[in-house]
């Protein structure tokens, strides 16, 4: 998992990737570097390890200049962060790659290139393909068809981008389960992991599709498909403002991003709901006729967007009377499937390349699913191009690697998509017409929740001192109470759990003591008065409860009970209202705590890797 950005222009690009660099951050951050080429031929190289100033601070000192260069921020997978295992890796003093992704067979290519006399000095996967690349260079002699014949024995997942000091005026890349696009300027074009990473030089982007081979010069782009023939890849303008990258007035992106809520949820409604129904024709063209068809939905993805789809079982099985299961897309593509028929593959992704939801998804369209729709956030990504149906997210860039905006707004597409299916299997109009009212009055819900920033912030500071937390929730709050645990272990690394509250007479409430703060989650629904006799239980046990509840629901502070009234929401919708203060607890706490709250230790944003 890391991130790439290459640029061929007739300026010098030092500072187009370096700029490139800190908007991939998010990406990977154990180290990071940069190649050059310069006017006399010689690839200048950087690397450091730790984060993309370490590398910004090295430049500084020791200027590379030059109109050609790759550049990336790495996120370990082979090798532990060091300066030997940083990008960009070079075989002899004028071959340089990056890579994102893994090879499966580096160990065979390896110990054949190392019979052959080249030399490793890394302990990356990385190495082997650029030895691979100057082997190959020597006998054909041009840069291009070195790459060509170099990925034919590659298995695994990669994005490369390729220079050498012999042929000084363009990159090679090409791409096989990991993302890559090109940026398209005036006299120069570059390549990026991200479209976010080259937005201060351009708004028009060519995404590459699987198999893809290119040859980017400063004045032209041929692409060659995995067949070898040359393919026409169509550009497209980037549609969200340039100053999503940046965190304005707000102290993190996680902070900004949790504040943008109310605008992106509003946006993912836009055109796909009306004052009272949901337009399905949204979904695609196609929409209709399957989801006519439809008699089971499979619901694949992971982390957060595993937990969204959790809570999306709840309303689909409700509103629309249809089987659903939901499943980690890791787990779901290594054992034997027992397929329903006219079965909706459903798969949600914040990135869109996710290596196991992307092979997952792959995977069921050779299996005989009835159709695959994608939630997804990114335009031109993988997953939306291989999907039957999509229903594009409007959170805009996410920058904080712990999701919020993502998370909202795949729940709110999510909704839309349940009331589409559910209108084919029964569901009123009049209680079509009630959620989506309740729907549209969300982003301003959300806005009211925001207001209680300030009470939320002075509670987190109970948390100052803890290393453990328990969240509980009942019915569709369960997996809320799921992903309110994992931003709080994410960002401030304090070890916490979930559990449906119903089981907490089943084991956990061994660990209830007055150091175990218990989080709970109570809309005032059908659930609330067996939610408040799991609260005694807690409480009973000398247990500290921190609760997130109804105005109506009836539960007053006492003492070892906190309570923040949130205001009056729809059982249906309630499950996004109810994220959104889970989201600012865990922030106060983590900056209470000291953390890096945007890039946490040991994770990455886009998950690119299995």
Same mark, same amino acid.
Not at 252 to 260: D, R, T, Y
Not at 374 to 393: F, H, K, Q, W, Y
């Given at each position: 998992?890391?991130?790439?950005v290459?640029?061929?222009?007739?300026?010098?690009?030092?500072?187009?990737?370096?700029?490139?660099?800190? #908007?991939?951050?998010?990406?990977? $951050?154990?180290?990071?570097?940069?190649?050059?080429?310069?006017?006399?031929?010689?690839v200048?190289?950087?690397?450091?390890?730790?984060?993309?100033?370490?590398?910004?601070?090295?430049?500084?000192?020791?200027?590379?200049?030059?109109?050609?260069?790759?550049?990336?921020? #790495?996120?370990?997978?082979?090798?532990?962060?060091?300066?030997?295992?940083?990008?960009?890796?070079?075989?002899?003093?004028?071959?340089?790659?990056?890579h994102?992704?893994?090879?499966?067979?580096?160990?065979?290519?390896?110990?054949?290139?190392?019979?052959?006399?080249?030399e490793?000095?890394? @302990?990356?996967?990385?190495e082997? &393909?650029?030895?691979?690349?100057?082997?190959?260079?020597?006998?054909?002699?041009?840069? $291009?068809?070195?790459?060509k014949?170099s990925?034919?024995?590659?298995?695994?997942?990669?994005?490369?981008?390729?220079?050498? =000091?012999?042929?000084?005026?363009?990159?090679?890349?090409?791409?096989?389960?990991?993302?890559?696009?090109?940026?398209?300027?005036?006299?120069?074009?570059?390549?990026?992991?991200?479209?976010?990473?080259?937005?201060?030089?351009?708004?028009?982007?060519?995404?590459?599709?699987?198999?893809?081979l290119?040859d980017?010069?400063?004045?032209?782009?041929?692409?060659?498909?995995?067949?070898?023939?040359?393919?026409?890849?169509?550009?497209?303008?980037? *549609?969200?403002?340039?100053?999503?990258?940046?965190?304005?007035?707000?102290?993190?992106?996680?902070?900004? /991003?949790?504040?943008?809520?109310?605008?992106?949820?509003?946006?993912?409604?836009?055109?796909?709901?009306? *004052?009272?129904?949901?337009?399905? @024709?949204?979904?695609?063209?196609?929409?209709?006729?399957?989801?006519?068809?439809?008699?089971?939905?499979?619901?694949?993805?992971?982390?957060?967007?595993?937990?969204?789809?959790?809570?999306?079982?709840?309303?689909?099985?409700?509103?629309?009377?249809?089987?659903?299961?939901?499943?980690?897309?890791?787990?779901?593509?290594?054992?034997?499937?027992?397929? @329903?028929?006219?079965?909706?593959?459903?798969?949600?992704?914040?990135?869109? !390349?996710?290596a196991?939801?992307?092979?997952?998804?792959?995977?069921?369209?050779?299996?005989?699913? #009835?159709?695959?729709?994608?939630?997804?956030?990114?335009?031109?990504?993988?997953?939306?191009?291989?999907?039957?149906?999509?229903?594009?997210?409007?959170?805009?860039?996410?920058?904080? &690697?712990?999701?919020?905006?993502?998370?909202?707004?795949?729940?709110?597409a999510?909704?839309?998509?349940?009331? =589409?299916?559910?209108?084919?299997?029964?569901?009123?109009? /009049?209680? *079509?017409?009630?959620?989506?009212?309740?729907?549209?009055?969300?982003?301003?819900?959300?806005?009211?929740?925001?207001?209680?920033?300030?009470?939320?912030?002075?509670?987190?500071?109970?948390?100052?001192?803890?290393?453990?937390a328990?969240?509980?929730?009942?019915?569709?709050?369960?997996? &809320?109470a799921?992903?309110?645990?994992?931003?709080?272990?994410?960002?401030?690394?304090?070890?916490?759990?979930? $559990?449906?509250?119903?089981?907490?007479k089943?084991?956990?409430? =061994?660990?209830?003591?007055?150091?175990?703060?218990?989080?709970?989650?109570?809309?005032?629904?059908?659930?609330?008065?067996?939610?408040?006799?799991?609260?005694?239980?807690?409480?009973?046990?000398?247990? /500290?409860l921190?609760?997130?509840?109804? #105005?109506?629901?009836?539960?007053?502070? !006492?003492?070892?009970?906190?309570? &923040?009234?949130?205001?009056?929401?729809?059982?249906?919708?309630?499950?996004?209202?109810?994220?959104?203060?889970l989201?600012?607890?865990?922030?106060?706490?983590?900056?209470?705590?000291?953390?890096?709250?945007?890039?946490?230790?040991?994770?990455a944003?886009?998950?690119?890797?299995?």
């Amino acid at each position: 998992m890391c991130g790439i950005v290459g640029a061929v222009s007739e300026r010098d690009v030092q500072g187009i990737l370096l700029e490139g660099l800190r #908007r991939l951050e998010y990406r990977g $951050y154990d180290s990071a570097g940069m190649a050059v080429l310069d006017g006399a031929r010689v690839v200048q190289r950087a690397r450091e390890v730790g984060k993309v100033a370490s590398l910004a601070a090295a430049i500084e000192a020791s200027p590379l200049t030059g109109h050609v260069g790759i550049a990336h921020t #790495r996120w370990a997978t082979h090798g532990e962060p060091s300066q030997l295992n940083a990008h960009p890796h070079m075989s002899g003093d004028r071959l340089a790659i990056v890579h994102n992704g893994i090879i499966e067979n580096y160990q065979d290519l390896r110990d054949e290139l190392k019979a052959d006399g080249f030399e490793f000095t890394s @302990q990356t996967d990385t190495e082997v &393909v650029v030895h691979l690349i100057q082997k190959n260079y020597r006998e054909l002699g041009r840069l $291009y068809d070195a790459v060509k014949a170099s990925i034919a024995r590659l298995r695994g997942a990669y994005a490369l981008a390729v220079v050498h =000091a012999d042929e000084p005026d363009h990159v090679v890349v090409c791409r096989e389960g990991s993302p890559l696009v090109v940026g398209v300027g005036i006299g120069e074009n570059f390549i990026a992991s991200d479209q976010l990473a080259l937005l201060p030089v351009t708004d028009r982007f060519m995404f590459l599709e699987e198999g893809d081979l290119a040859d980017i010069h400063r004045d032209h782009i041929e692409v060659h498909n995995r067949d070898g023939e040359l393919a026409e890849r169509s550009i497209t303008r980037f *549609e969200h403002s340039a100053d999503s990258a940046d965190k304005g007035e707000y102290r993190h992106f996680m902070l900004k /991003e949790i504040n943008e809520q109310p605008r992106v949820i509003k946006a993912t409604m836009e055109g796909r709901v009306t *004052e009272s129904s949901v337009l399905e @024709q949204a979904l695609g063209t196609a929409a209709g006729k399957l989801l006519e068809d439809v008699r089971h939905v499979q619901i694949i993805a992971c982390g957060t967007s595993y937990h969204a789809g959790m809570v999306a079982r709840y309303w689909i099985e409700d509103l629309a009377g249809v089987p659903c299961s939901v499943e980690v897309a890791s787990e779901f593509r290594y054992r034997k499937h027992v397929i @329903q028929k006219d079965t909706l593959f459903l798969c949600i992704s914040q990135s869109g !390349e996710t290596a196991d939801t992307l092979a997952a998804l792959r995977q069921a369209k050779k299996a005989g699913f #009835r159709a695959a729709l994608a939630i997804c956030n990114v335009p031109g990504s993988s997953l939306v191009r291989e999907s039957d149906l999509v229903i594009m997210t409007q959170a805009g860039p996410e920058i904080g &690697v712990a999701s919020t905006k993502a998370f909202t707004t795949q729940l709110v597409a999510l909704l839309i998509f349940t009331l =589409a299916l559910a209108r084919h299997n029964g569901l009123s109009e /009049e209680r *079509e017409a009630d959620i989506v009212k309740a729907l549209h009055l969300v982003p301003g819900q959300v806005s009211d929740v925001l207001a209680l920033d300030g009470e939320i912030a002075e509670i987190s500071k109970r948390f100052m001192d803890k290393y453990h937390a328990l969240f509980l929730g009942r019915g569709s709050q369960f997996p &809320v109470a799921m992903e309110g645990a994992l931003k709080l272990k994410e960002i401030s690394y304090i070890h916490a759990e979930a $559990y449906p509250a119903g089981e907490l007479k089943h084991g956990p409430l =061994a660990l209830v003591d007055s150091e175990m703060p218990v989080i709970t989650v109570a809309p005032n629904n059908n659930m609330a008065e067996k939610l408040k006799s799991n609260m005694e239980e807690v409480r009973a046990r000398g247990g /500290e409860l921190f609760v997130f509840a109804d #105005r109506s629901a009836d539960i007053t502070p !006492e003492d070892n009970i906190h309570v &923040v009234q949130l205001p009056e929401v729809h059982e249906i919708t309630a499950p996004i209202v109810y994220t959104v203060p889970l989201q600012l607890l865990s922030y106060h706490v983590a900056v209470l705590k000291g953390t890096d709250v945007d890039q946490p230790r040991n994770l990455a944003k886009s998950v690119t890797v299995e």
